[in-house]
Every structure is written in C-alpha cells, then in structure tokens.
T-cell receptor
Framework: DTGVSQDPRHKITKRGQNVTFRCDPISEHNRLYWYRQTLGQGPEFLTYFQNEAQLEKSRLLSDRFSAERPKGSFSTLEIQRTEQGDSAMYLC????????????FGSGTRLTVV | GNSVTQMEGPVTLSEEAFLTINCTYTATGYPSLFWYVQYPGEGLQLLLKATKADDKGSNKGFEATYRKETTSFHLEKGSVQVSDSAVYFCALSDRTLGRLYFGRGTQLTVWP
C-alpha cells in the first residue's frame, strides 16, 4: 500500500467554477477525513466517513461543499461555485476505527481560485 | 471544548542546538496527543504520539511526554539538523467525536 493518495496535487480554477478532488485512503483503514488548511494555520476539520457513512458534516464550510464516499473506498470533495476564499490546501487522511493512533495524511490538493 | 495552543514561531536555531516547542491543550475526556511535521508543499506526517498520561513518544531524536497535570505535550530534540526545518503541529484526539484538533503550527528553521 502506498499510503493516502490525493488527486490532483494542484488545481487552479476561475471563480464560480465547480471543482472536485479525489482521495484514495489506505485500503485497510475504514475512516476517511477531510481537512482544510490555510496559510499559517493548522488543519481545520471538515467532515469524516466511517466506511460509506458520513458521520459528521456540520463543519463543512457552506452548502457549496459536499463530500461522498460511495463504496466505502475512495472519497470525493466537491466545491460548487468556487470563491477566492476557498483557496487553500485540502487534506485527506485515513485511519483505523479509532483516533488513538493518529491519521495518515495524503499530500493534499492545493486549490487556487482566481 | 477541545483546543491546542502552540508557541508561536518562527523558531530559528543553529545546527546542533537544543529544541523545545511548547504545546498545551484543553480537552474533554482523555485524549491521545500527537506531533505532526509538515515539509514545504507536503501533507502532514506523524512524528510521534502518546496515548495516556506519562507516556513518552519518541521518533528520530524527537521526544514529548504527556503531562496530564500541566496539560502539556512539549516537543524536544537535543541536537537539531538542517533537515529538521519544517512546520510542527501539536494535535489531540477526541475519541467521541472521532477527529483530531490541531494547533496553529510552529515554523522551525535550522541554519548550518
């Protein structure tokens, strides 16, 4: 297993466009998390899944943000009608069925909205 | 609630100097504690962890001890290298909510 993979690594989009990011977690992990990181800040929790169930989504930043994990494997994060304030690094992580041992993060997707 | 407070950076040291990055936390319950490291343009990598009070996490010469009485988890290294230059994040887990909470990060720069 090569760890958590995120695609694309970088995305530049025009304001108002929709974007979708993909995350492939470590196959043995049943939890998958999305975080957002802006410059000079720590990661900010957005949402997480246990298998295909989305257990927490209240931290998604607005109704323009949505996430899916249709078969309990890979996940997608979509941002509709992007705004300049959405520019950030979007991080995906996965873990076993507990947070006791931390997460394994992917390398992130850097979004720039112009 | 849950929160993590880290000393503000940036921290600039000469090679072979001693490093301390302070981290304190507030938590509901008994969290696990972590230090993550982030190199430029990369995601976060787990550096070390401690799952209960008085545990010491260690890795690559870095150490941190889970101090429940002072709600602290300070990161230390006896002799830093240029390759240690990165951003370091302290974090705690909330088992009930199933997530990690991160501090704002501390930028470390080590000069040769």
């Amino acid at each position: 297993d090569t760890g958590v993979s995120q695609d694309p690594r970088h995305k530049i989009t025009k304001r108002g466009q929709n974007v979708t990011f993909r995350c492939d977690p470590i196959s043995e992990h049943n939890r998958l998390y999305w975080y957002r990181q802006t410059l000079g800040q720590g990661p900010e929790f957005l949402t997480y899944f246990q298998n295909e169930a989305q257990l927490e989504k209240s931290r998604l930043l607005s109704d323009r943000f949505s996430a899916e994990r249709p078969k309990g494997s890979f996940s997608t994060l979509e941002i509709q009608r992007t705004e300049q304030g959405d520019s950030a690094m979007y991080l995906c992580a996965s873990s076993w069925d507990t947070t006791d041992y931390g997460y394994t993060f992917g390398s992130g997707t850097r979004l720039t909205v112009v | 609630g849950n929160s993590v407070t880290q000393m503000e950076g940036p921290v600039t040291l000469s090679e072979e100097a001693f490093l301390t990055i302070n981290c304190t936390y507030t938590a509901t319950g008994y969290p696990s504690l972590f230090w993550y490291v982030q190199y430029p343009g990369e995601g976060l990598q787990l550096l070390l962890k401690a799952t209960k009070a008085d545990d010491k996490g260690s890795n690559k010469g870095f150490e941190a001890t889970y101090r429940k009485e002072t709600t602290s988890f300070h990161l230390e290294k006896g002799s830093v290298q240029v390759s240690d230059s990165a951003v370091y994040f302290c974090a705690l887990s909330d088992r009930t909510l199933g997530r990690l909470y991160f501090g704002r990060g501390t930028q470390l720069t080590v000069w040769p």
